[in-house]
């Protein structure tokens, strides 16, 4: 697990399967911690506790799903960037 990989959280809640979202991030101790806001509504933070203890700690986790940006391998073409976006495509 790297700095900046997003972690998704599983539940044991039904019908639902990510109940939380946080931030990998390696502290001085050496292991990772999550950038995270706990509750709606409160700051976010970094826990104090490392990645293990804190799935360990929140009986509605299950596990866990880790998600990591690579950069595009790829070259499109320029015309690509020039095309308006049709709003219609993503709010119908």
């Given at each position: ?70 950069e595009l391998k790829v070259r499109l073409p320029a ?11 993503y709010y119908p």
């Open positions: 697990m790297r700095d900046g990989d997003i972690i998704a959280f599983t539940t044991s809640i039904k019908g639902l399967d990510i109940g939380h979202v946080g931030i990998a991030v390696r502290e001085e101790d050496g292991r990772i911690h999550i950038l995270h806001a706990p509750q709606p509504g409160t700051k976010v933070h970094i826990t104090k506790e490392p990645l293990s203890e804190y799935i360990m700690s929140v009986k509605k986790h299950s596990g866990i799903i880790i998600l990591r940006a690579e015309s690509i960037y020039r095309k308006p976006i049709d709003p219609a495509l």
